[in-house]
């Protein structure tokens, strides 16, 4: 079982960066893909950002491509996503997930286990 705790979120102006962090407790991180999902106050969750469990490969959702990197350091049990010129319309709670099935897709329901979430506001 693997376990997940985000940090890293908080305040900050439009244009601004964050590093969020997810940091992973459990002997499987490393052979797991993982995911940033977000979800804005009255709206659905949605698919930021996949990386494989080698981080060989990464999707990014339209949204945050060109502005978002993820990234993973296995021999640390994190997965990191950087977060540049952030707008008002980022402002969500972020959850990591992971998943055994080396599924790197956008569907929520096939990721196995999740964070707590961390806040991140973008003011205008």
């Known amino acids: 079982q693997v376990q997940l705790v985000e940090s890293g979120g908080g305040l900050v102006q439009a244009g601004g960066s964050l590093r969020l962090s997810c940091a992973a407790s459990g002997r499987t991180f490393s052979s797991n893909n993982m995911a940033w999902f977000r979800r804005a106050p009255g709206k659905e969750r949605d698919f930021v950002a996949s990386i494989s469990y080698g981080g060989g490969s990464t999707y990014y959702a339209d949204s945050v491509k060109g502005r978002f990197t993820i990234s993973r350091d296995n021999a640390k049990k994190t997965m990191y996503l950087q977060m540049n010129s952030l707008k008002p319309e980022d402002t969500a709670v972020y959850y990591c997930?992971?998943?055994?099935?080396?599924?790197?897709?956008?569907?929520?329901?096939?990721?196995?286990?999740w964070g707590q979430g961390t806040q991140v506001t973008v003011s205008s």
């Open positions: 997930a992971g998943n055994a099935e080396y599924y790197s897709g956008r569907n929520g329901d096939r990721y196995d286990y």
